[in-house]
């Protein structure tokens, strides 16, 4: 998300700019997540898992990214 900010123009640029596009990356990120673990790129399914379900799901994908997955 850093990353992202610093190329839409960082504290200077648009903070819609910067909200679309993180928006954009949480979403990507969650449609690719669901779709690797069977899913498809939208199904209502995984969204009616429970977060510990999703974390579950997700914690091998997202080792070591941050805090919750660094366990």
């Given amino acids: ?3 992202i900010a ?3 123009g960082g ?3 648009c903070i819609h700019l ?3 596009t993180s928006d954009a ?4 990120a969650t449609a690719l997540i669901g779709y690797k673990e069977g ?3 939208i199904n209502p399914d995984f ?3 429970s977060e510990d379900e999703r974390f579950d799901l997700t914690k091998e994908l997202l080792k070591g990214t ?6």
């Fill in 1 to 3: 998300m850093k990353e």
């Fill in 6 to 8: 610093k190329r839409v």
């Fill in 11 to 13: 504290g200077e640029g």
């Fill in 18 to 20: 910067r909200e679309l």
């Fill in 25 to 28: 990356a949480n979403f990507c």
């Fill in 39 to 41: 899913f498809g790129l």
């Fill in 47 to 49: 969204n009616k898992l």
């Fill in 66 to 71: 941050c805090y919750p997955y660094s366990r």
